[in-house]
């Protein structure tokens, strides 16, 4: 495995939470308390709008949209989102700011940043929501975007190696698709060719790195959680320079580039059965927790912090043995927001309970 040496991650601890105009909440201000925290209320009244606002103010994104018009309140033209807290001792202060017509901009302790996208590498978070179960249930193209999510957190180093390996491998199937137009001679390929064969051995070798490094902690969580013998399997191609010549014709045909690790298949198993086709929606919500407990538990050893986590609704098809030990998991450090429509679905007392009504957010 190689060896990272990235810098400590500055946990975040949301003390404070300012919204306008953010989904269904017109003005909001609300304090939180570091540990657990449950946020209970009937469905659609903005549980998950406020775990989403979380996201989107530490990651500069949300999970459940690309597109900011759907995250501003109807009726107005711009959302702005602030939080303040911690890391480690130093207080913090980040805001983002969304607009119908213009690109999000975030600031950072008072500093504009260049991209959203930079709150990333400032603070960890991790987030499940019931449409995550699409890691395990969907195609491989989900379980390779997860792996390359995970990569840019544990390695923070190699972030940009996925980033870089799609632009080589679209500009190869430009090439490619120039050349079956007439448009340009065979040779324009060859540069991307190359970039294609050693970016994707870079990104085939560090996704084998995520892989061994999730494995032991997401099978011993799955068994807790009664998933028994669950494992990851990464069955890669790696490309070289000279198995895409060989199927260069092929590959100008088709105007795409037919092997590498945008390709490649992850599975996700229960002793033999492989999850995706042979697991219940229960066992992939088991193996869908117990990555991101893997994960988090990797990220608090690796940068000596744990991730702010956010749970929206993964409580509600577990029974109670399940809920406990969850609970346990993820309220024994830093802090955790966790969505249930009422407190007794967690089967412990939370550091703090909030209930949401349309519009309002209630300390209880």
């Known amino acids: 495995m190689v060896p990272d040496h990235a810098d400590q991650a500055r946990r975040l601890i949301v003390t404070s939470v300012t919204l306008r105009d953010f989904r269904s909440y017109a003005r909001l201000e609300l304090s939180l308390e570091p540990g657990l925290v449950l946020v209970t209320g009937a469905n659609g009244a903005g549980k998950t709008n ?58 950072l302790d008072g500093a504009t ?19 995550r179960l699409v890691i395990v249930k969907g195609g491989p193209a989900a379980r390779r975007a997860y792996i390359d999510r995970s990569l840019a957190r544990l390695y923070p180093a190699r972030a940009h190696v996925a980033i870089d390996y799609a632009t080589a491998v679209g500009q190869r199937n430009a090439a490619l698709r120039r050349v079956a137009l007439g448009l340009s001679d065979r040779e324009v390929v060859s540069p991307w060719t190359a970039q294609v ?22 099978a011993e969580r799955a068994a807790e959680l009664g998933l028994a013998d669950a494992s990851l399997g ?33 599975a996700v198993r229960s002793g033999e059965r492989d999850l995706r086709t042979f697991g219940s929606q229960g066992e992939q919500r088991l193996a869908v ?16 912090v744990p991730p702010l986590l956010l749970l929206d609704d993964a409580l509600s098809e577990l029974d109670e043995r399940r809920r406990r030990i969850l609970s346990e998991r993820i309220g024994t450090a830093g802090q955790t927001i966790v969505t249930a429509t009422g407190a007794e679905a967690l089967p412990l007392a939370p550091a703090q309970l909030l209930r949401v009504t349309p519009g309002r957010v209630e300390v209880t």
């Open 50 to 107: 406020l775990l989403e606002s979380l996201h989107v103010g530490t990651q500069g994104f949300s999970p459940r949209s690309r597109s900011d018009t759907q995250l501003i309140r109807q009726g107005a033209s711009a959302a702005r989102i602030e939080l303040t807290g911690t890391r480690g001792p130093t207080a913090v202060v980040v805001s983002v700011g969304l607009s119908a017509s213009e690109p999000r901009r975030a600031t």
């Open 113 to 131: 940043l260049r991209s959203t996208e930079q709150l990333r590498a400032e603070l960890a978070t991790l987030v499940f929501t019931p449409d």
């Open 289 to 304: 927790l117990a990555l991101l407990l893997a994960e988090a538990e990797l990220i608090a050893a690796r940068r000596r």
């Open 197 to 218: 064969a050693d970016l994707g051995a870079i990104l085939t070798a560090s996704r084998g790195d995520v892989i061994e490094l999730l494995q032991p902690g997401f």
């Open 234 to 266: 990464y069955d890669a191609e790696l490309p070289t320079i000279e198995s895409l010549e060989t199927r260069l014709e092929r590959d100008i045909e088709r105007g795409t580039t037919g092997a590498g690790p945008h390709l490649d298949e992850i």
